[in-house]
């Protein structure tokens, strides 16, 4: 199985802050990498596919980037709705993985 | 737009078997354009993928789980489902189904998924 190793696995930060998550891979997975954000009480959300293309309907503040082993998503100016629990993914191969999560909580 | 929503019991008995539903709303599964997956999350925990499912039948399954799942399509092209067989305490956890979409450039990410049910095994 591919691993998925996120980090930090939770920060906290403040309303207009500039956000950096990191996803590493235990192998080579190319662009196959997924971005999902979860709210409390709610299913995950698809944000970045394919390590840097953004879901329709996303805001713009929200990136990802990388290739290989190697993943950040970005979120600039955060905003008050973007306070939730951020995972990565791989859909390289079979079992997909997904990383810990990293909680965003409010600084 | 296509939704998802997942049915069946919410409290199922240790060592017995939980069966889910996946229906799908405008839309089909009968697309060669996505996959249909099952993903579950234990209270305060992280997502489990739990297999996966294409129109024709074929099947993935997470190698910690084979011996106990059963994914399948529906009689109907609204539906795919989930068996869990010999369940324990660990199984509790809420339930998601997902659609994988495999069109160009989406790389299988998970684009659709049901608002989860939630499952407790308890006698």
């Known amino acids: 199985d591919i691993q998925m190793t996120q980090s930090p696995s939770s920060l906290s930060a403040s309303v207009g802050d500039r956000l950096t998550i990191t996803c590493r891979a235990s192998?080579?997975?190319?662009?196959?990498l997924n971005w999902y954000q979860q709210k409390p009480g709610t299913a995950p959300n698809l944000l970045i596919y394919a390590a840097s293309s953004l879901q329709g309907g996303v805001p713009p503040r929200f990136s990802g980037s990388g290739s290989g082993t190697d993943f950040t998503l970005t979120i600039t100016s955060l905003q008050p709705e973007d306070f939730a629990t951020y995972y990565c993914q791989q859909s390289y191969n079979y079992p997909r993985t997904f990383g810990q999560g990293t909680k965003v909580e409010i600084k | 737009q296509l939704q998802l929503q997942e049915s069946g019991p919410r409290l199922v008995k240790p060592s017995e078997t939980l069966s889910l539903t996946c229906t799908v709303s405008d839309g089909s599964i009968s697309s060669r354009s996505f996959y249909w997956g099952w993903i579950r999350q234990p209270p305060g925990k992280g997502l489990e993928w739990i297999g996966t499912i294409y129109y024709s039948g074929y099947t993935y399954y997470h190698p910690s789980l084979e011996s106990r799942v059963t994914i399948s399509l529906g009689t109907s092209e609204k539906q795919f489902s989930l068996r869990l067989s010999s369940l324990t305490a660990a199984d509790t956890a809420v339930y998601y189904c997902?659609?994988?979409?495999?069109?160009?450039?989406?790389?299988?990410?998970?684009?659709?998924w049901g608002p989860g049910t939630t499952v407790t095994v308890s006698s």
């Open positions: 192998q080579s997975i190319g662009r196959y």
């Open positions: 997902a659609r994988e979409s495999t069109r160009p450039g989406y790389f299988y990410a998970m684009d659709v």
